[in-house]
């Protein structure tokens, strides 16, 4: 079974091979990635690893959480199932004018 893990405070220099690199020490990685800014494609400073092995998981946990990286101490657990988005206001909308091109 696989566990995915979480891994913040990242250098914004750290590629996706540099993850996969970094947690292969520990185990079999079956994917490693760097979160991106949608906009700039920019490193947000942090990544998710999923590894083959549960204990291979652990393991990369207990040698890489808050150990020094480049010059920043890396936050790395296990990650918490992505939460559901809300339909929620969607955003846009005509605002305090009471309508969509009404003026």
């Known amino acids: 079974m696989s566990k995915k893990l979480y891994v913040g405070n990242l250098s914004y220099d750290v590629a996706d ?56 101490k890396l936050t790395v657990n296990e990650a918490r199932p992505r939460e559901e988005r809300s339909g929620g206001s969607g955003g846009g909308g005509g605002g305090s004018r009471g309508g969509y091109g009404r003026r």
């Open 17 to 72: 091979s540099n993850l996969e690199e970094m947690f292969g020490e520990f185990g079999a990685v079956r994917s490693a990635q760097v979160i991106q800014d949608r906009d700039t494609g920019r490193s947000k400073g942090f990544g998710f690893v999923e590894m083959e092995d549960d204990g291979a998981a652990d393991q990369a946990i207990r040698g890489l959480n808050e150990k020094d990286h480049g010059g920043r």
